[in-house]
């Protein structure tokens, strides 16, 4: 019975809800932490051409398909228990961001910068991974490829914010150990960068 009330259009409404969800929590500190000046960015082409293809990935590609039903060559059968497995993903997509910003308050920026009085956030969620962010985005784009029965709209999210996290990780700890030193390095230590005690 339970398998039948997840349907495509349900499985593509949360795809739509977790943007949104997204973009709320976003938003709310996108614009407490611009009163907070940059003092040091990263913000060049390539982290530019990054955030696009991230974007691309996890919500342009899955929107048009989700509107218009392309690429619709590319479908294949839907699976209600695949979709459940998506649902669980995408929760805790939205619970992972909102520890991650709550944690990070002004020090949040989208892009590899340093904000005045940045300071090691190591409390909260960061007490167990290094980049719970990046955690958010792997989980959200794991949601996207279950729920969305495309081989290309499904996974445009693990392929998308792949390129982003390995195009940008080793150059955001340098930043994080050119700034913060023996604290930073004793922080790697004993943290994983985006799963507890395995990675």
Not at 12 to 28: C, N
Not at 148 to 164: D, H, Q, R, S, T
Request: with cysteine.
């Amino acid at each position: 019975m339970g398998f039948t009330l997840m349907t495509p259009l349900v499985a593509k409404t949360i795809v739509i809800l977790t943007m949104v969800a997204w973009y709320i929590i976003r938003f709310r500190h996108a614009h407490r932490s611009r009163r907070t000046p940059i003092t040091h960015s990263h913000r060049d082409r390539r982290e530019q051409l990054l955030l696009i293809i991230s974007l691309c990935g996890l919500g342009a590609v899955p929107f048009i398909y989700i509107v218009t039903g392309f690429p619709w060559f590319a479908d294949y059968p839907f699976r209600p228990a695949q979709a459940w497995l998506g649902l669980i993903c995408a929760i805790g997509t939205v619970v992972l961001f909102r520890l991650t910003h709550k944690a990070l308050g002004r020090n949040w920026s989208v892009s590899l910068d340093l904000r005045e009085n940045h300071r090691l956030v190591a409390e909260g969620i960061y007490r167990y991974v290094r980049h719970p962010m990046y955690s958010a985005f792997w989980l959200w784009a794991v949601a996207q490829a279950l729920l969305l029965p495309n081989w290309i709209a499904g996974p445009a999210g693990l392929v998308g914010f792949g390129i982003l996290y390995f195009g940008r990780i080793s150059r955001e700890e340098q930043m994080m150990l050119k700034q913060f030193g023996a604290e930073y390095r004793d922080y790697m230590d004993k943290t994983s960068r985006i799963i507890p005690k395995i990675y």
